[in-house]
């Protein structure tokens, strides 16, 4: 006879995701003790969900269609606000019969909503207003300006406001009475849709937890189809927890990481004939930063030596003669922990900052790299893009905007000049980067050319090797007093005009591999003398292989 029950032994990170049963597309969320409740706003349903279980319950089985299309939801004791359109209502939980009391109509519609003792903060994405009113009179008693530039939502911790929002994939602690931003965080997942705090009692710990809605691409087998196999895309909703550390000190916050094995390796299969002697072909390792950490490397195939170029380390494997016949691979492994980060600066912090050091604009301001800062149209874009603006911050906002506003993104099989890329306004990743490092150096403003590869970003996909489908380069730009700040080159160009999001603004995400800076990534030296492409390409002499594996989800906090 088969007992009711087994005994089941799942570990934490088993539990870490909630997919709801029969959940389409959750949008607001919130927690009743250790019960969570979500809105799933295509369907109608009112979910009542066990964390740690995931057993679903529909709250509203008679009332769904009333609450088809709510996105935001809050519950104080017995009462459960929530936003439809451009009215907000709240009814009565214990009685069950979901008979909404309209609080307040709105001009435009309402997306997320929180609600504080007295005090209801409901978002308005068309105003990009936080409005707020007393809960006794109705009355609005200020608004707080919206972070970002996407559907908000909503949810109350203390003194703190936090906000969700979906275009900039962050979410944002702000101060409850000014609506100032005191850190954001990157999210793991495109499209954040809702977020609520579950309290632990008997640890004291709040986690924090986000409900995302994307679309994802499957195989579907069609038999009545030839070709059987078609592409289509569904709906993937689920919740996932937010972890993350804010170093206030040094203006960042990190949120969740990953432990990642990265490999790079090197095929040999030269395409001409060739003969290079006492040849050292060396590679860059991982880079140490704020928000990657390298835990181990090992080398593949053939042994390496180690050198430190600029401060960063380099694999060097070396070859007494190597011609069109030599076949072998060589490479390394690495394992990462990524986190992604998120720089939280003002304008006010660079002003009366000091001087940038001289041996930075030997360095940084100059042209290295074909990058036509002495053609007449990089000139004229570099003056119009800051105009009159003197704040370093408030430029390289500015620069990035022109930028793109200027150019659309697109694939090509090489990279052209920053002159051409402008005039052409179409651009890759890399002449995106060609076109913002010319303006900012002439504007004064130090920058570089950084990173190498992209996880490709499927962190719920583990042990299973992935891909990258292209190689991926951004940049940094230096702030005296501050230090190096990342900035994305073309994700954030979404909207055709703007507004931009800033997610990558002074942020990464964490699936960017980060190489070693101000050095090359790889490099042939043959009899000590350094080959340029012109003499050898490496693209002819070897097909690389990039390979990730996510080995673990990673809080940062812990350290």
Same mark, same amino acid.
Request: proline share 7%; with cysteine; charged share 25%.
């Given at each position: 006879m088969i007992p009711d029950t087994l005994p089941i032994n799942l570990s934490p990170k088993s539990l870490s995701t909630i997919r709801p049963i029969a959940a389409s597309e959750l949008h607001g969320i919130t927690f009743q003790g250790n019960i969570l409740i979500a809105i799933d706003t295509r369907n109608g349903y009112l979910l009542e969900i066990d964390p740690i279980t995931q057993n679903t319950k529909i709250l509203n089985p008679h009332h769904w269609e009333d609450f088809i299309g709510v996105t935001g939801i809050a519950i104080t004791n017995d009462t459960l606000w929530f936003t439809s359109g451009r009215s907000v209502y709240h009814c009565s939980l214990s009685k069950g019969d979901f008979v909404p009391e309209l609080f307040t109509r709105l001009d435009y519609s309402a997306n997320g909503i929180?609600?504080?003792?007295?005090?209801?903060?409901?978002?308005?994405?068309?105003?990009?207003?936080?409005?707020?009113?007393?809960?006794?009179?109705?009355?609005?008693?200020?608004?707080? %300006? =919206?972070?970002?530039? +996407?559907?908000?939502?909503?949810?109350?911790?203390? &003194? *703190? $406001?936090?906000?969700? #929002?979906?275009? /900039?994939?962050?979410?944002?602690?702000?101060?409850?009475?000014?609506?100032?931003?005191?850190?954001?965080?990157?999210?793991?997942?495109?499209?954040?849709?809702?977020?609520?705090?579950?309290?632990?009692?008997?640890?004291?710990?709040?986690?924090?937890?986000?409900?995302?809605?994307?679309?994802?691409?499957?195989?579907?087998?069609?038999?009545?189809?030839?070709?059987?196999?078609?592409?289509?895309?569904?709906?993937?909703?689920?919740?996932?927890?937010?972890?993350?550390?804010?170093?206030?000190?040094?203006? %960042? =916050?990190?949120?969740? +990481?990953?432990?990642?094995?990265?490999?790079?390796? &090197? *095929? $040999?299969?030269?395409? #001409?004939?060739? /003969?290079?002697?006492?040849?050292?072909?060396?590679?860059?390792?991982?880079?140490?930063?704020?928000?990657?950490?390298?835990?181990?490397?090992?080398?593949?195939?053939?042994?390496?030596?180690?050198?430190?170029?600029?401060?960063?380390?380099?694999?060097?494997?070396?070859?007494?003669?190597?011609?069109?016949?030599?076949?072998?691979?060589?490479?390394?492994?690495?394992?990462?922990?990524?986190?992604?980060?998120?720089?939280?600066?003002?304008?006010?912090?660079?002003?009366?900052?000091?001087?940038?050091?001289?041996?930075?604009?030997?360095?940084?301001?100059?042209?290295?790299?074909?990058?036509?800062?002495?053609?007449?149209i990089i000139k004229r874009a570099a003056a119009e893009a800051v105009e009159r603006e003197t704040n370093l911050l408030r430029k390289v906002y500015s620069i990035r905007n022109y930028v793109y506003d200027r150019l659309s993104y697109g694939i090509k099989p090489h990279i052209d000049t920053p002159d051409i890329a402008l005039r052409r306004g179409v651009g890759s990743c890399g002449e995106y980067v060609g076109v913002l490092l010319?303006?900012?150096?002439?504007?004064?403003?130090?920058?570089?050319?950084?990173?190498?590869?992209?996880?490709?970003?499927?962190?719920?996909?583990?042990?299973?090797?992935?891909?990258?489908?292209?190689?991926?380069?951004?940049?940094?730009?230096?702030?005296?007093?501050?230090?190096?700040?990342?900035?994305?080159?073309?994700?954030?160009?979404?909207n055709e005009g703007g507004p931009y999001p800033t997610r990558f603004f002074m942020g990464l995400s964490w699936y960017h591999a980060e190489m070693a800076k101000d050095t090359p990534f790889e490099q042939l030296i043959s009899n000590g003398v350094p080959l340029n492409k012109q003499q050898v390409s490496i693209g002819n002499l070897a097909i690389n292989h990039v390979q990730f594996v996510i080995l673990d989800e990673l809080n940062p906090a812990n350290g």
């Open positions: 929180a609600v504080w003792k007295s005090t209801v903060y409901v978002s308005v994405p068309k105003i990009g207003y936080i409005l707020v009113f007393k809960g006794e009179t109705k009355e609005e008693i200020t608004r707080l %300006y =919206a972070p970002g530039i +996407g559907n908000e939502n909503l949810t109350v911790r203390g &003194e *703190e $406001l936090w906000v969700t #929002d979906s275009l /900039e994939q962050t979410v944002y602690c702000l101060d409850r009475a000014t609506g100032d931003i005191i850190f954001s965080l990157l999210t793991p997942f495109e499209n954040p849709t809702g977020l609520a705090f579950h309290h632990n009692q008997e640890t004291g710990e709040d986690t924090l937890y986000v409900a995302y809605v994307n679309h994802e691409p499957y195989i579907r087998d069609n038999p009545n189809a030839d070709p059987n196999h078609e592409l289509l895309y569904r709906n993937q909703t689920f919740i996932h927890p937010l972890y993350f550390y804010h170093d206030q000190e040094n203006h %960042y =916050a990190l949120s969740n +990481g990953y432990l990642v094995e990265m490999s790079y390796i &090197e *095929e $040999l299969a030269p395409l #001409d004939p060739i /003969e290079l002697t006492n040849l050292e072909w060396r590679i860059a390792l991982p880079a140490q930063t704020h928000r990657q950490k390298v835990r181990k490397v090992e080398a593949i195939g053939l042994p390496f030596t180690e050198v430190i170029e600029n401060g960063q380390r380099v694999a060097v494997f070396k070859f007494d003669t190597l011609t069109e016949q030599t076949r072998c691979i060589f490479g390394w492994k690495a394992v990462l922990e990524v986190f992604s980060i998120k720089y939280r600066l003002t304008p006010r912090n660079c002003e009366n900052i000091p001087e940038l050091p001289a041996e930075y604009g030997d360095r940084y301001l100059i042209d290295d790299d074909n990058l036509a800062m002495d053609t007449d010319a303006l900012f150096r002439l504007n004064g403003i130090a920058c570089r050319t950084v990173g190498r590869y992209k996880c490709p970003a499927s962190p719920l996909t583990e042990n299973l090797p992935l891909s990258p489908d292209y190689n991926h380069v951004w940049l940094e730009f230096y702030i005296p007093s501050i230090g190096w700040l990342p900035m994305e080159s073309n994700p954030d160009d979404i």
